[in-house]
């Protein structure tokens, strides 16, 4: 079995506890201060302008927490480290954000929130994770590579993932440096099977 890595290609220690669960809805504003710690990486990228970014409105996150569409990582005295954004899309499920806190990095924090999101995919019968993210960003795909994500072939993106994808684009992202990807959910079958 081979030693974990994070996002930059680096030995990782798991360090323990981390819980994942749903935040509270006082806890909404720290996600946003999250969102924009992790945003900060940026900065040094070929993307500096995502650093620059709004992150997500308070109303949409309280809207995602109703709906069950966000998940959150805590340590041992329940400080937030981290947390994803998801929702519905087509059938499938569409992750939105994923942030860490940068001096949280290195703990698996990302893989666990993705491999439970996969799982979330699963029991509502979900075939696929999807994201799209950045194509040569380290902690960007090449980082969803090793946790198992596909990019998805720009004529297969369906009509949902595209329109994400335009939007996208809108807000000023390069199209050409994005790319959309996919792992497939975690089912009844192939848990049974691992465990069994």
């Known amino acids: ?35 924009v ?8 990228s070929p993307h500096p302008e995502v650093a620059a970014m709004q992150p997500t409105e308070l109303a949409l996150l309280r809207n995602l927490a109703a709906e069950e569409g966000l998940l959150v990582a805590a340590d041992a005295h329940d400080n937030l480290l ?5 929702m519905p899309m087509e059938g499938d499920l569409y992750l939105a954000e994923l942030n860490v806190l940068p001096e949280a990095a290195g703990r698996r924090i990302g893989a666990g929130l993705i491999d ?14 999807l994201l799209t993210t950045f194509r040569r960003v380290l902690w960007n795909a090449p980082y969803y590579r090793r946790l198992g994500f596909e990019e998805i072939p720009r004529a297969e993106l369906s009509p949902a993932l595209a329109a994400e994808m335009a939007r996208q684009s809108a807000r000023g992202l390069r199209l050409a440096s994005r790319v959309a990807m996919r792992r497939r959910c975690a089912t009844a079958v192939a848990r049974a099977t691992l465990s069994g």
């Open 37 to 44: 710690a992790a945003a900060r990486r940026f900065r040094d």
């Open 82 to 86: 981290g947390f994803a954004l998801y």
């Open 1 to 35: 079995m081979t030693a974990p890595i994070d996002a930059d290609g680096q030995d990782v220690v798991v360090v323990p506890p981390i819980r994942l669960r749903a935040p509270s809805h006082r806890e909404l504003p720290r996600l946003r201060q999250i969102e």
């Open 116 to 129: 439970s999101l996969t799982e979330i995919g699963a029991r509502r019968g979900c075939r696929w994770l």
